[in-house]
């Protein structure tokens, strides 16, 4: 990445040369491992959930290690019935007679993967509360290389709003010495880590690792021995008891293993099983997420957000995208649409009114039903924000009920409990007739503030963490039953931009705008594509300009338009109607091998290099190509 437009476009065109080529060395050394890696999978599984056996995680009871007595708990097993193509479900149960404590591990294994995933239940069968439950690991185990050679640490920052959100680090490790990530505040991938790390091994060898929990985990990789590398994760904050029948969830872990010469096929692969078994699918099918459009053109002070937008603004840009030809896939209606949130400002700004879920009359005397009406008829979907979690004081929900919201005091945000079952099945109820009523097509929720606080003053003596879990555990039930009630559904997931990114969340949602760094600054732009893509293949940021610095800039699997159509700084329209045409070209890619092409340190200056392959190994290179820059 360089400041002149020339250097820059200059690494564009390395990248659009290679988007194509099929790569068959690699993607053949690929292919092989991962035929050979499936049955070591099933043995490891086999060899490490048995009766006898200490199983690869790890917990506190009434004081003593697991490891102390686990292997003399009753053990079980039961196969069920996977609804998930290409895997296998087993429950493993491990129960102690004396206190009623049973831990249930469900595994899933992959029959097209070399992956192994599962997550801990515990289950109080008995009659009285259990003894304290402390230091649950959900992984905890040791793995061993038969070479010799350098353990790395490939992970990545989190998201802070800043161009080094989702950096690559790469860390060599040394012996005794370990690493420990967490994210701050409580959402899963909020500025100091992300739960999607690769631990390369000696021996041509790794393990890709995920973390299903959009909470405050914790994972801490050490390097135990010269030949062996320890994983310990889980919820970082959890001490409690069980009640009478109580059972709680931990995070969800995830090993994919991997062979070659090159720590890029596990990464390839894991992409490639992050489409295959942790993306939205409808109708059995993978859903493509969408190229949006925006109602949002920088209107005058004291304007902000959509609390100028009216349905007549709103229906007529409609319209005007369709009389053009330059129709998005989505009409993206973001936040300020809801009562208190106008333009003259009577009730505060667009984040002093959620909770008011609303619509404003004053602008929308007939709901948003006749914005919705507009979109589906010029062919589109329509998507509409929401940010259900925060509520602030006198709005709608804070007024009618005030003993499903968690307040601090001296802070007017307050925390709708999702983990009280009454609430979070009210407040499905409650979107569900609302995106019912005003024809809405996909879902978009936010989430601007820390939990964690709320979550640690609401947990009893003796009770550490279980608010966290239950809402988070009441997070996923409440994203599954929209899913389930509007089969067509697509959830957008935002939290001040992807703060919110981890396994589970990535099942049922994709960030959109990944990020709520400085709008529109391409530099940035390709620094978080550059590091996110060694994870996760869907993920979007907006356009604003249609020159190929900034256009290119900003590609990724989704993305939103956010040029001007209507005033005297907007972008030509025949210049708008090819970059659409450019990016659903290669939105395909992708989806497909990723391969960056410089070094990931110090990706953020001015002055490096920054370029990245995306390869289709299904495609031959193309015979002919053309370009707008032929500066090499």
């Known amino acids: 990445m360089k400041n002149g437009r020339s250097l820059l476009t200059r690494s564009f065109v390395l990248i659009y040369l290679v988007f194509s080529w099929s790569g068959g060395m690699l993607f053949g050394q690929a292919i092989q491992s991962q035929a050979n890696n499936n049955s070591d999978v099933q043995k490891w599984v086999s060899e490490h959930f048995v009766k006898g056996e200490i199983p690869p995680f790890s917990f506190v009871y009434g004081g003593k290690s697991s490891n102390t007595f686990i292997k003399n708990w009753q053990f079980s097993s039961e196969k069920l019935t996977s609804t998930e193509p290409n895997s296998e479900e087993i429950v493993y149960t491990y129960s102690d007679k004396k206190s009623g404590l049973a831990v249930k591990c469900l595994v899933t294994m992959f029959s097209d993967f070399p992956a192994v995933e599962w997550v801990l239940h515990f289950v109080n069968t008995s009659g009285k509360n259990t003894p304290l439950i402390e230091k649950a690991a959900a992984i905890d185990y040791s793995f061993v290389s038969d070479a010799d050679g350098s353990f790395i640490l490939h992970h990545a920052k989190g998201s802070n709003a800043e161009r080094s959100d989702f950096q690559p680090i790469d860390e060599k490790m040394q012996p005794g010495k370990s690493i420990y990530m967490t994210p701050a505040g409580g959402r899963s991938s909020d500025n100091t880590a992300f739960p999607f790390f690769n631990i390369e091994m000696p021996g041509q060898q790794g393990i890709m690792v995920a973390i299903g929990w959009t909470g405050k985990w914790y994972a801490n990789v050490l390097q135990s021995g010269e030949k062996s590398v320890s994983l310990k994760s889980g919820m970082e904050k959890m001490q409690l008891v069980l009640y009478p029948k109580e059972e709680i969830r931990t995070p969800k872990i995830c090993l994919l293993f991997w062979k070659g010469n090159d720590r890029m096929i596990g990464h390839n692969q894991f ?362």
């Open 271 to 632: 992409r490639q099983f992050i489409l295959a078994h942790h993306s939205r699918k409808i109708n059995g099918h993978f859903a493509q997420y969408p190229l949006s459009g925006s109602f949002d053109y920088g209107d005058p002070a004291p304007c902000e957000e959509y609390n100028c937008l009216t349905e007549e603004f709103a229906v007529a840009l409609v319209k005007r995208y369709k009389q053009f030809r330059i129709l998005p896939e989505v009409f993206w209606l973001d936040a300020g649409w809801y009562t208190g949130s106008g333009w003259d400002k009577k009730n505060g700004s667009w984040w002093q009114n959620v909770g008011n879920w609303t619509v404003d009359k004053e602008r929308f005397p007939n709901g948003l039903k006749p914005v919705a009406d507009a979109v589906h008829e010029a062919g589109a979907k329509f998507m509409v924000w929401f940010e259900p979690e925060r509520v602030r004081p006198g709005t709608d929900f804070d007024r009618e009920h005030p003993e499903w919201l968690i307040k601090l005091p001296g802070n007017d945000n307050y925390l709708f409990n999702l983990g009280n079952p009454k609430a979070r099945l009210w407040l499905t109820d409650y979107i569900s007739d609302f995106i019912k009523k005003e024809g809405i097509d996909y879902y978009r929720q936010d989430f601007n503030f820390d939990p964690m606080p709320y979550w640690q003053a609401n947990d009893k003596p003796n009770r550490t963490g279980i608010s966290e879990i239950r809402h988070i555990e009441g997070l996923y039930a409440y994203w599954d039953s929209l899913l389930v009630r509007f089969p067509q559904l697509l959830i957008d997931n935002c939290a001040s931009g992807g703060r919110r990114i981890d396994l589970e969340t990535t099942s049922r949602s994709a960030p959109l705008w990944r990020t709520d760094y400085q709008y529109g600054e391409p530099n940035g732009y390709q620094c978080h594509t550059f590091g996110l893509e060694f994870y996760l293949p869907i993920h979007g940021t907006a356009i604003y300009k249609t020159d190929s610095y900034t256009f290119r800039s900003s590609l990724s699997a989704a993305a939103v338009m956010n040029w001007e159509v209507t005033g005297r700084n907007s972008e030509p329209i025949p210049a708008i109607q090819k970059r659409i045409e450019d990016y659903k070209k290669l939105r395909p890619y992708f989806y497909a091998d990723y391969y960056p092409l410089t070094e990931g340190r110090n990706d953020t200056r001015d002055n490096v290099w920054l370029a990245y392959q995306l390869n289709r190994p299904d495609q031959r290179m193309e015979s002919s190509w053309h370009f707008e820059d032929k500066t090499v």
